[in-house]
Nanobody
C-alpha cells in the first residue's frame, strides 16, 4: 500500500535552515506529483510546494517563495523540502502528500518549530 514517511523536522532558530525528507513506497513514485503541506495550530492546512513526477516543474505558496525549494530523487523514491531563512510563522507540522487514482495520501507529519 502507499506509504509516505516524513523526517527531518526539529527546532531551529529564526534565519536557520532545515531539510525535510519524505520517503515513499507502494506506488510508481516517478509517475506522480508530490506536495508538501503544513498546518499550524488553529489554522487550516496549506499548500507549501508541489513538484511534478519528473521534477521538471514546481510551484510554491506565496509565503515560502524564494526561501523554500522542493526537489525529488526518483531513484530513492524520496521528495525533499529545503527550507532556508526560516521564520517563526513557518512553525507547523509539515506533511508529505500525493494523489493516486483519485485517492489522497498523507504522511504522519513532522514538526518544525522556529524559535529563539
Amino acid at each position: 500500500q502507499v506509504q509516505l514517511v516524513e523526517s527531518g523536522g526539529g527546532l531551529v532558530q529564526p534565519g536557520g535552515s532545515l531539510r525535510l525528507s519524505c520517503a515513499a513506497s507502494g506506488f510508481t513514485f516517478s509517475s506522480y506529483a508530490m506536495s508538501w503541506y503544513r498546518q499550524a495550530p488553529g489554522k487550516e492546512r496549506e499548500l507549501v510546494a508541489t513538484i511534478t513526477g519528473t521534477g521538471a516543474m514546481s510551484n510554491y505558496g506565496d509565503s515560502v517563495k524564494g526561501r523554500f525549494t522542493i526537489s525529488r530523487d526518483n531513484a530513492k523514491n524520496t521528495v525533499y523540502l529545503q527550507m532556508n531563512s526560516l521564520k517563526p510563522e513557518d512553525t507547523a507540522v509539515y506533511y508529505c502528500n500525493t494523489m493516486r487514482r483519485l485517492t489522497v495520501y498523507w504522511g504522519q507529519g513532522t514538526q518544525v518549530t522556529v524559535s529563539s
